[in-house]
């Protein structure tokens, strides 16, 4: 049997087991920073370029919607749906696949939060930028979100034509 032929019957496993791996990764991370570092501060691990800090977020990326929790969840559930569809629209790609299910998994790690805590724990600082303060949710989805562009601008060659 072909990779391609292997890969299309298995999707959903490859698409599990990014989701999960990441989200229990994300978890843990967060679950050992606020057990030990201290809520707003920051331990420099390279000096000057990168800390991990304890952040507490109240809404998104750059804290927009701060306080507004009903409808960041209301958002992630219609977002989770999306992807969802998404990714057993475009099951034939192993590039989406991985991509659409990183952006799962980043969602569903914050989200498990805001409904546990009513806020997110970001841990990932830079210092020589004046930068949000991210976790590893937020990486996944940023990762998801440039593969998604990457084969939309470079890769899909004519599907839709």
């Known amino acids: ?4 032929q292997v890969f299309s019957k298995l999707w959903w496993l490859y ?8 989200v229990i990764g994300d978890q843990l991370l967060k679950r050992w ?7 707003n501060t920051a331990k420099p691990v390279v000096p000057g370029v990168f800390s991990l800090a304890h952040v507490r977020n109240d809404g998104a990326a750059w804290s927009i919607l701060s306080g ?8 992630t559930v219609i977002a989770l749906v999306v992807l969802g569809y998404l990714l057993f629209h475009y099951r034939y790609s192993a590039f989406l696949t991985i991509g659409i299910s990183l952006m799962i998994a980043g969602a569903v790690g914050n989200f498990i939060d805001r409904l546990r805590q009513g806020y997110v724990v970001d841990m990932f600082q830079l210092d020589f930028i004046n930068f949000p303060v991210a976790n590893v949710a937020d990486i996944a989805m940023t ?6 562009f ?3 601008l470079f890769l899909d060659k004519g599907r839709n034509s």
């Open 33 to 39: 920073i606020v057990a030990n570092v201290p809520l």
């Open 143 to 148: 990762v998801g979100v440039a593969l998604l």
């Open 15 to 22: 698409s599990l087991l990014v989701v999960v791996l990441v």
């Open 68 to 75: 507004r929790q009903p409808f960041l969840i209301g958002i």
């Open 150 to 152: 990457i084969y939309l």
């Open 1 to 4: 049997m072909a990779r391609s």
